[in-house]
């Protein structure tokens, strides 16, 4: 039988409004700066000055054609669908109110879509060539396509201030994203349709859903725990699409509420007032020693709660999750210290709303694997203060207290 | 107590349901991968290993971060393979700069798996579709028994037909039966060609 290290959970709930420092890793990407610190979360630096520049490859396959599209193949009428699909991609995520990406109230932070024409537009073969340019490609080879592999996301961070690749902006902060490319499999082991072909496209992947999935990236998203999330890991089986598709009253309607709070965690608007609720806390065993066996994460340092648990904000009234996040730890930002103590804090949630919280292991819905991403970047390699990032604790059972034993 | 259990359970449950309807029709698909059966993924690996993960390192080439993970083969299940491997896998930390690659398993020294691999132009080895080609090994130690689960087993699909969730993929299946189905699947190839 499996045994158990913990038989019940507290979770020190505290409802506050924002105003503390964020050091909870949520399902975002972070980095460890260079002349150490506490972990920062993957983002841009943007302003109207320096807006997120994007272009995509109008090279596409041709042997065998691997986009699906309703106007004929080689038209200009074809890049046109194409271009559409890509800029509702974007639309889904600058239509979310609350964040500085909102085209309706920030417009200019992100550049108009650009074509380029060469096939390896994302990256070529000369060692070290990341040319701060974003770009989404479907034509270039790439020695990460094993077999099953359908497209990916190559995101650049800088984790130190003075880094530049490329074309890019001069990073002014650790963890400032400056390069993000998508590949689609170009060899024809997969076709990929847009909404308008996917209906009468036997065996092709939605498009949109993936590139809104990949783009998702490109804003500093690992890969969400939650079901119905765009960044939920799994995307729809071929001929099916996730959320509804991007209107103009709701350009975001492929998100989650999941993903809609990342972004505004990532983006906040200064001038937002409805989503700047948090809630914190963190996740302990009922047995304090069933923590005693776990390997020291650094000299000196132990491991004081559970660590890896998925911790969810359900709206009590709707029922709906509005978002979760990996918990597990804190970072005292005056003396950078990481502590393996359990915590948890998840931030831009809409006041004024009933919620409950609860946390699981990342078993069933999900895995440690799949947020490898996050997790193994609290202890990075180089960091001022090495340290081994915890096994996730996977071996619990939660209970909300008052609990019983 | 019992009643905030039963209710936080219930609309655990019911965000589930509601969110897989909205989401998911039938069998779920990676965003990344293409779900393959274990046969496929033995049929499309040049090499099928068990091996122990010896060390990590990153550098540069062909213009991206690989994360070179070598291996100690314990065991060859499918194809050749030397002593000792290297694995690339997309992503790491070069100099200031970090490359992240959702999706692309990550090993500890140490740990011990099954990996389906093919080879790649510069003579080391690819993973088969990342996740699911990465079979990561646990030893019951009681009994010494081991079993595998793959990394992308994660995600319970909603089976409309018994409105049950039921897990996808491989999930501590004992070794030797995961053994017998890549045996099986190499076989029946080998019979196919003949």
Known sequence: MKPSIAVGMAILLVFVLLGGPSAQAYLLDSTIPQAGGCPAYDRWNLSLASPLNRRWSTSLPEGPPTLVTVAAQGSAAQLAEI???????????????????????????????????????????????????????????????????????????????????????????????????????????ATFATP?????????????????????????????AVWRALMFPFAPPPGQFLGSRPTAQAPDGPLSDDDRTGIRLLYPDPNDTVNIGAIRGRVLPANPFALAAIPAPSQGASV?????????????????????????????????????????????????????????????????????????????????????????????????????? | ?????????????????????????????????????????????QVI???????????????????????????????????????????????NLTSSVSGVPRFRVGEEVVLFLERTPRGDFCIVSWEQGTFRIRRTAATGSESVTQDSASFATFDRGTREFESAGIRNLPIETLRAQVDAAVSAEARRKQ
């Open chain 1, 83 to 189: 271009e559409q699909v890509i800029t509702d991609s974007f639309g889904a995520w600058s239509g979310v109110t609350g964040t500085t990406f909102n085209a309706t109230n920030y417009p200019g932070l992100i550049a108009p879509l650009a074509q380029v024409s060469a096939a390896n537009s994302c990256s070529n073969d000369a060692e070290s060539n990341v040319d701060g340019l974003n770009t989404i490609c479907f034509n270039q080879s790439s020695m990460g396509f094993s077999t099953g592999v359908l497209a990916f996301t190559r995101v650049i961070t800088a984790n130190a201030p003075g880094i530049s690749v490329g074309a890019s902006a001069t990073a002014a902060f650790a963890g400032q994203i400056l390069d993000a490319d998508s590949l689609f499999r170009p060899d024809g082991q």
């Open chain 2, 1 to 45: 107590m019992m009643k905030i259990t039963s209710r936080l359970r219930r609309i655990h449950f019911l965000c589930r349901c509601a969110a897989l309807l909205l989401a998911i029709g039938g069998t779920a698909k990676a965003t990344t991968l293409m779900r393959m059966s274990v046969a496929q993924m033995s049929r499309a690996a």
């Open chain 2, 49 to 95: 290993v068990r091996a122990r993960c010896q060390e990590n390192s990153t550098g540069w080439d062909a213009g991206e971060i690989w994360t070179f993970t070598s291996f100690e083969v314990q065991d060859v299940w499918r194809g050749s393979a030397p002593s000792r491997i290297t694995v690339r896998l997309l992503g790491g930390r070069a100099g």
């Open chain 1, 196 to 224: 308008a072909a996917l209906a009468t496209s036997a065996g092709a992947y939605d498009l949109e859903s993936l590139l809104a999935h990949e783009i998702g990236h490109w804003f500093g998203f690992d890969h969400s």
């Open chain 1, 304 to 405: 004081t709660g559970i660590f890896g648990a998925h911790v969810v904000a359900v709206d009590t009234d709707t029922g709906s999750v509005i978002a979760g996040t990996l918990g597990g730890w804190s970072c005292d930002s005056s003396s950078s210290v990481l502590r393996f103590d359990g915590s948890f804090d998840i931030e831009r949630l809409p006041v004024g709303r009933n919620y409950m919280i609860y946390a699981e292991p990342l078993v069933g819905l999900a895995t440690p694997s799949d947020f490898s991403g996050a997790l193994n970047d609290l202890c990075a390699s180089g960091s001022a203060a090495p340290c081994t990032t915890p096994a996730v604790d996977t071996n619990f059972n939660p209970r909300i207290l008052p609990a019983g034993p």
